[in-house]
DNA sequence: ATGATGAATTGAAGCGCTCCAAATAGTTGC
DNA sequence: GCAACTATTTGGAGCGCTTCAATTCATCAT
């Protein structure tokens, strides 16, 4: 009943293995074999330097010929704390996500900590969860990539220290974000500084606080620029399916009446105008419309007119927040909370520039 | 000297918290609070049901009070196992992996089993390091979706229960994999069920074998066809890039020269292909070229014309080895080793068919 | 009431490791 | 050769929790 073989599969048996399980091999065992303490074996893992070379010989060869691995339960037990951090990211199937766990392990690596990933895959109870279940493994420390619009209060009160990544609304805790503001700033510049005067913005700055951001940022660009105009394109989604059906309606209009500049708030929208545009012979992009994406995903690089696009700095994230965490950890009285700040930088493609 | 701020960062600092840290409540504090005996706590926690109600009243509410958070690895230790389970995975960036993931998690919640994430990015090193925390951590279990071509030997040697995901190709533990075979029979059984005849393979069957193996099943499918031809064009990647270079290249040939569908080993070349020839007037797809990919990525789906292709179970893989990795976990007596391979299927849109 | 029976609770023995005071071995200077 | 140190090694006391035999409580038939 619990093993219910999936409705397609070939199934090969195999004998169950018959190697003797050594389960059982602790570093008594090993102190036994190599004929020293137990505590010079705990030494030799962790304070080298306390032991003489002869002893670390013999107390390696022994945990080899045994085969023995540390339980670090026993060793997080006894010591009061792990050397591991937990990573609580909110999308996996997002590489933005994916790139922070990247920075953030990198770091830590560094400083011979591991990093372990909990995916809450866009539910806030599993959000809760992975948080509650990095807690009661007294990892060293928590770095958390929440949900839009979590709960602050559920997440900041206790005593494993914790950093937040890509979320700045947090008080008393460390938190690094990146400057969307400054990402529409760069994305409508680039624009205005081509020459364009008619720009747009597709998405809907109610729809979440980064589009906002974004949007604030375009808005402010344009107004340094005499003459320069902004039309704003709410779309329902981000997707590339809207972006097809702004496409469709833009290329509708008298040309006069077409803006000369976009900017998507998302790559995948500015994957859609492109093929609409593409498709349309009787406008060149980037000569009759140059367009900005936001992101830097795939989908703007693989793009047939790669797109232009603002990057975000994924990697420094983490890496940024594993650093703060890693403070935190280590001198917990006299750290003080950060709320670091990093900015985007425009990538410039052929949907604006001709190469 | 440790804590190197980024380059460009705003600091606001906030005083440090002055909360009472209660890093101490222990189930000892907890049973005081509650009137009631150590091993009490522990049973309203474990076996609730050996508890009178009034007890767990009292105990639950000592525990709001206090705040207590269990120890996972006091738990762990005396417990000698974890209720998590450890998956160590090749590639984060790769969404197939990703829904392996889900469904592994997916599965293992609904025994109240736990999944932790280890990202191997593509490192040999770090997929070795990741397995051995994760034997350290005493895990009860570990699914590991390795790199291609991975050492056996270092990967089966052990004493914790390990799945592999994605690799038929290891004997001595349950493996769950998927039929690219098939997969690639499938496609080309498609496109010859439309009339296709003079079919092309796009990709390097000695690249990988996953490819070498859909190479094999298109083979197959056009061998089952009288009149039916098969060209293979080998690309030194698979990135849309690598299509677009061989589309280019066919839109030279006279169109009697040209292939009437086309296979491609990836979504990415396919959306090339898909490309090309979607700017060329002469060339209709599907009516001249039909083209189908492998994947089902997000690529496919936001083609301007979209991709048909073969999507892999990714989450149905995770969740089988889930399955197989609990039964060994609970029954390791009794467990089998078993090889399951799964279909993939096909998803037809408009690069092969008119909606 | 009384003993029997089962349910609820208790308390202590570990789980495997780290940490540290104490004991021992090894060195150096005179 | 001996005191004075320093470098190693030792062994035991926990870390916080699960387990389980032993004990106590509650119920019920007699």
Known sequence: MFFRPSRIMVSIMSTPENVASHAAVRMEDVAKRAGVALGTVSNVLNQPQKVSQKTIDKVVLAIDELGFVPNRAARALAAGTSNTIGMVIADLSNSFFVDMARGAERLASESGINVVLANTDMRRSKQAANLNLFRQERMAGILLAPLPGADPTLLTSNATPLVFLNDAAIVGACTVSVDNEHGGYLAASHLLGLGRRRLLFAGDPDQAVPIADRYRGVERAVAEVAGATLELARTPEVQAENGRELGIELTQRASVDRPDGIVASADLLALGLVQIFGADPSIRIPEDIAITGYDNNRAAWDSLIPITTIDQPGEQI??????????????????????????????VRASTRRP
Chains 1, 2 share one sequence.
Not at 320 to 330: K, P, T
């Open 318 to 347: 983490g890496a940024v927040a594993a650093e703060l965490l890693l403070d935190e950890i280590r001198f917990p009285e006299t750290h003080r909370h950060v709320h670091s700040v990093l900015q985007p930088s425009l990538v």
